[in-house]
């Protein structure tokens, strides 16, 4: 697939990355675009956020992204005719104070794709509700847990752990009242 071709943020995320990993520059997909995926665009985000895995230098990226079409502005790339960014994250791969070591990947239309697990993506927009009182991002990880399988266990878990068990509660109901059913 080339980037002239993609019909949504998926597909922009699997076109970008692959051509980061065939590269060999190992990249994960964080951020608004994780929600956009992981809700069939209910969300829909225009940044990719990727964090770079291992050493490799700005100007080898720079390269890669002007490939697709990508000009620098400053911190982030943005494409010279479609709507879409890159931001490079910086590493480590966390949400909150937690590390994250297990990614989910999707391997489709001969691209792979690593990026956040559905519940580390909440946990993520969680974190942006938590730090800073985003209303947006609470939204967001609710829509997540709408249509992905998250383990809210382990949501529960990491936010007594960021001391965040006030806001995890007002995010708790939110969630209860999804899944009422009648």
Same mark, same amino acid.
């Given at each position: ?50 964090? %770079?895995?291992?050493?490799?230098? $700005? @100007?080898?990226?720079?390269?890669? !992204? *002007?490939? =697709? ?30 590390? %994250?070591?297990?990614?989910?990947? $999707? @391997?489709?239309?001969?691209?792979? !794709? *690593?990026? =956040? ?66």
């Amino acid at each position: 697939m080339k980037i002239e071709d993609c019909k949504n943020i998926k597909e922009y995320a699997q076109v970008v990355s692959q051509h980061l990993h065939d590269r060999n520059i190992d990249n994960i997909l964080t951020g608004g675009a994780c929600v956009s995926i992981y809700t069939n665009e209910k969300y829909r985000s225009n940044d990719l956020d990727f964090l %770079i895995v291992g050493d490799v230098q $700005i @100007k080898k990226i720079r390269s890669a !992204l *002007k490939e =697709l079409g990508f000009e620098e502005k400053g911190r982030i790339f943005l494409h010279r005719k479609f709507e879409i960014s890159v931001d490079l994250v910086s590493p480590p791969l966390t949400v909150g104070e937690e590390h %994250i070591t297990k990614v989910n990947e $999707i @391997k489709e239309k001969n691209t792979l !794709l *690593k990026l =956040l697990t559905p519940t580390d993506c909440v946990k993520d927009r969680l974190a942006a509700y938590f730090h800073w009182d985003d209303q947006q991002s609470l939204n967001q990880a609710l829509l997540v847990c709408e249509d992905s399988e998250v383990d809210i266990n382990d949501v529960k878990e990491w936010s007594q752990r960021e001391g965040m068990m006030k806001k995890f509660k007002i995010f708790e109901d939110e969630f209860t009242l999804l899944t009422f059913t009648f």
